[in-house]
């Protein structure tokens, strides 16, 4: 507040400006494929969900690549341009940009090669906040199998134990 050499205020503020900063959206959990899943399905449909700090709703990118580093993708969608392939399960009639914390689903337009191990991983990015793109999501593998008829655990040498760390193990 400011005040006259006398000690009488000039103004009495009531309201203070504030600065507000919107966060990015958290990491993207993966919920299918699992890890070094084999699948049946040139087609397999991939789920996750993530939140919002600030609650705001969430476009999604999902990349799947035969490349750990994702150099040269197979699939790189985003639910704003490619809306038809992401369906909220919670709520199928919520189109992007999707309701925080609700998982969401997607199926690529094209087909994968049987035989190939793929990597995926997702983003999230706010688009009425900071527009910014979360971080990634952990990546994933899984092998396109259509010789299953259920989708099994494979393990292979490749990137997917370069990490030296074993989780939810006894």
Same mark, same amino acid.
């Given at each position: ?5 006398? /000690? ?28 070094? $899943? ?15 700090? =600030? /609650? ?20 790189? %969608?985003?639910? $704003?341009?490619?809306?038809? +392939? ?28 049987? /035989? ?20 990634? %999501? ?16 494979? +393990?292979?040498?490749?990137? +997917? ?5 074993? =989780?939810?193990?006894?």
């Amino acid at each position: 507040r400011m005040v006259t050499g006398d /000690g009488v205020l000039l103004n009495e503020y009531t309201q203070y400006p504030t600065l507000t900063t919107n966060s990015s959206p958290v990491v993207p959990t993966l919920s299918t494929l699992f890890d070094n $899943a084999k699948t049946p399905s040139t087609s397999p449909y991939f789920k996750f969900s993530t939140s919002d700090p =600030e /609650g705001g709703n969430l476009t999604y990118q999902i990349q799947v690549d035969n490349d750990y580093a994702f150099s040269s993708t197979v699939i790189d %969608s985003d639910s $704003a341009s490619n809306g038809t +392939q992401f369906e909220n399960l919670s709520t199928p009639s919520d189109k992007d940009p999707f309701t925080t914390g609700e998982t969401v689903e997607f199926r690529p337009a094209t087909s994968l090669t049987n /035989g190939v191990t793929y990597y995926w991983r997702v983003r999230a990015q706010d688009p009425t906040g900071s527009g910014a793109w979360g971080e990634w %999501s952990t990546i994933r593998s899984f092998t396109v199998d259509t010789g299953l008829s259920a989708s099994a655990w494979y +393990q292979t040498t490749d990137e +997917q134990f370069d990490t030296n760390t074993l =989780e939810d193990t006894e």
